[in-house]
Structure formats: structure tokens, C-alpha cells
């Protein structure tokens, strides 16, 4: 018997942050191999592996991420909660699914597969590296804090990095020197007010200017500027990343950095559902048939300084894991 609120404490002690997760890889896999499952370690990058654990030939694989975001927060906790990075995103999600796992081993169920990713964070490189893993399932349930409601859809994610270059001058004599800066603000304005996709599932596209740097002094015209901006995706992408290169001046340059698709799909009678405005693996995972995605906590505390789960909530979830298994595996 696996206890789920144990699990989590001993994963949120080993910090895990993005291509730093072998600690916390080489400690889950000992463990499920210890349960009796085969595990298999699959090199995503050197130091950086997934983890693929397996009793019978799956019907059903539950999956998450054992990244977290930096910087790393210790564990602590209270009556109610867990308090650490990753309580919530996603490592207490792992625990639940593991003690889910052995909850429908002991009913006599074997065939439920463990698939735990790195580089969630940051690429989902753990993610799209698992698709060439086997033997499949014919569903996978993603873990994301979701207050333990299906998600039937969610956001994407297009990251774009700006690039500003001028010329530096005396800033007494502006017309000997050309400003980054301003040619990066005039570029940033122009994004800003191109109008953004709506869907009527996933409501309308948002845009976050995350950084912006540049220039050396206030007495020097700006050399050089750039500026990172993320953009919530409801859909295809190509028509967007058209506009932006139509909104790019002389000195300016776009690079489109990173993007995660925008994932719509459905929920079984009965289970209450959700739409999410973050981003996940899931659209990643669509080489191991019908996905979910569904976890206890909420995503409004992850990545701050006050990420922790509800003990009782984290415990509801190992329920409603086990209970999605069994119907689909059912059907």
C-alpha cells in the first residue's frame, strides 16, 4: 500500500528543476522497481531520463512530469497542506498516480503503465522523446493540477523572442546613433495591438511581454534590445506568426522560440470537466490513443512562492485516477 501524502513529501525533498532531474528519476525508479514494476529508463538527454514502468501489457497509462520550475522551495507542511515546489506540479500528481496504480494492482488490475517525464517546463522534450516507447495502452490520463476536474481543453503556448539592434552614440548627438530601444518599442506596440484569436471553447488568445532588456546607460543612444513574449494559443498558429513578421521594422527580428499546440477534446458522462488556460504535454502524447488529463491541486499556486497541495485533495485524487482507469478499461 502506497500512501500518496508519504510519496509526496520524499519527491518534493529531491529538487528537480528542468535538466537537473536525474536525482529525483534515479529515486522513483528504484521505488517502482522495488513494487515489481519493469522500468524501463529512456535517455532524453545525457543525465536526463523518463521513466516507464509497466506490470502486464497496459491498457491504460498515467503520466506527469517530474520537472519543476526554479527556484527550488523546501518542503514543509501543515495540518491541511503540503508546501514545497513541485507539491502541486506536478510531483504529488506522480504520488497519487503511483498509489492509484497499486490500489488497481491490488483489485486484481495489472494492466496500468507509469510514464513520468522531464523537460516539461521547458520544451516538453521528455514528452515527444516517450512517443517512441512500447508496448502503448489505448488512453493515457495526463496529470495536471486541475482541482480534480477533466480537462477538455486547454490553451497552447508560442514564445517569441525579439531582437533590436542599432548603433551606439553620445545621447547629446541622437542623429549620429539609432536606438534599439525604440525600434524594439515600436515593434512591442505594434504586436500588442494586432488582434488575437478567439475559440469558442477555449475563449481568446492572451499575450504576456515576460522581458525586456537592453542599452548600457542613459547616456548612451541603445546599441542593442531584445524582449521575450509568450502567447496563449486558442488554435493554428501560422496566420499569427504571419502577422507579427508584418509588424517587424529595419533592426528588428522575430525568432519564434518554443510553441505547444492548443488541445481540445472531451470528457465520459458524468465526470465534471473544466477548460485550463495553461499549457501541458498533452498535446504530445497523441501517439498513445485517447488522452485525459485530470489531477488534484490548483494551478493558480504553481510556479510562486506558495506552491502546496491539500492533503485531502491529493488523497480525492487518487480516487478519481483509479476510478478513470477502471472505465476505461471497462469500455
Given at each position: 500500500m502506497i500512501d500518496p501524502v508519504e510519496?509526496?513529501?520524499?519527491?518534493?525533498?529531491?529538487?528537480?528543476?528542468?535538466?537537473?532531474?536525474?536525482?529525483?528519476?534515479?529515486?522513483?525508479?528504484?521505488?517502482?522497481?522495488?513494487?515489481?514494476?519493469?522500468?524501463?529508463?529512456?535517455?532524453v538527454t545525457p543525465g536526463r531520463d523518463n521513466i516507464y514502468a509497466l506490470r502486464d501489457a497496459p491498457e491504460v497509462v498515467f503520466s506527469t512530469h517530474l520537472d519543476c520550475v526554479p527556484p527550488y522551495l523546501p518542503l514543509s507542511e501543515d495540518a491541511e497542506f503540503i508546501?514545497?515546489?513541485?507539491?502541486?506540479?506536478?510531483?504529488?500528481l506522480a504520488a497519487a498516480m503511483v498509489a492509484a496504480a497499486e490500489r488497481l494492482v491490488d483489485e486484481g488490475e495489472r494492466r496500468v503503465a507509469l510514464l513520468f517525464v522531464v523537460g516539461e517546463e521547458f520544451g516538453s522534450d521528455g514528452a515527444r522523446a516517450a512517443s517512441s516507447l512500447t508496448p502503448k495502452g489505448h488512453c493515457l490520463i495526463n496529470g495536471e493540477p486541475t482541482e480534480n476536474r477533466l480537462t477538455i481543453g486547454q490553451k497552447g503556448a508560442l514564445g517569441i523572442h525579439l531582437r533590436a539592434e542599432g548603433r551606439a552614440?553620445?545621447?547629446?548627438?541622437?542623429?549620429?546613433?539609432?536606438?534599439?530601444?525604440?525600434?524594439?518599442?515600436e515593434v512591442m506596440a505594434r504586436i500588442r495591438a494586432l488582434p488575437l484569436p478567439t475559440d469558442e471553447l477555449l475563449g481568446p488568445a492572451t499575450l504576456n511581454i515576460g522581458t525586456i532588456s537592453g542599452g548600457v546607460?542613459?547616456?548612451?543612444?541603445a546599441p542593442a534590445a531584445e524582449s521575450k513574449i509568450l502567447i496563449r494559443s486558442v488554435g493554428p498558429t501560422d496566420g499569427l506568426k504571419a502577422a507579427i513578421?508584418?509588424?517587424?521594422?529595419?533592426?528588428?527580428?522575430?525568432?519564434?522560440?518554443?510553441?505547444?499546440?492548443?488541445?481540445?477534446?472531451?470528457?465520459?458522462?458524468?465526470?465534471?470537466?473544466?477548460?485550463?488556460?495553461?499549457?501541458?504535454?498533452?498535446?504530445?502524447?497523441?501517439?498513445w490513443g485517447?488522452?485525459?488529463?485530470?489531477g488534484p491541486g490548483t494551478i493558480r499556486v504553481a510556479h510562486t512562492d506558495h506552491e502546496r497541495i491539500s492533503k485531502r485533495e491529493l488523497?480525492?485524487?487518487?480516487?478519481w485516477y483509479a476510478r478513470l482507469a477502471r472505465e476505461l478499461i471497462a469500455r
Open positions: 510519496l509526496t513529501r520524499q519527491l518534493v525533498a529531491i529538487p528537480s528543476p528542468t535538466r537537473e532531474e536525474g536525482a529525483v528519476v534515479a529515486w522513483l525508479a528504484d521505488l517502482l522497481e522495488r513494487l515489481g514494476y519493469a522500468v524501463t529508463r529512456q535517455t508546501h514545497g515546489r513541485g507539491s502541486c506540479d506536478a510531483k504529488g552614440a553620445h545621447s547629446a548627438y541622437p542623429d549620429e546613433g539609432d536606438s534599439a530601444i525604440e525600434g524594439l518599442l546607460a542613459p547616456n548612451v543612444i513578421g508584418a509588424c517587424l521594422i529595419p533592426g528588428v527580428t522575430a525568432e519564434f522560440v518554443a510553441e505547444i499546440p492548443a488541445y481540445k477534446g472531451r470528457a465520459p458522462a458524468g465526470w465534471d470537466s473544466t477548460v485550463v488556460s495553461f499549457a501541458s504535454d498533452l498535446p504530445f502524447h497523441e501517439s485517447e488522452r485525459f488529463q485530470l488523497l480525492e485524487g487518487v480516487e
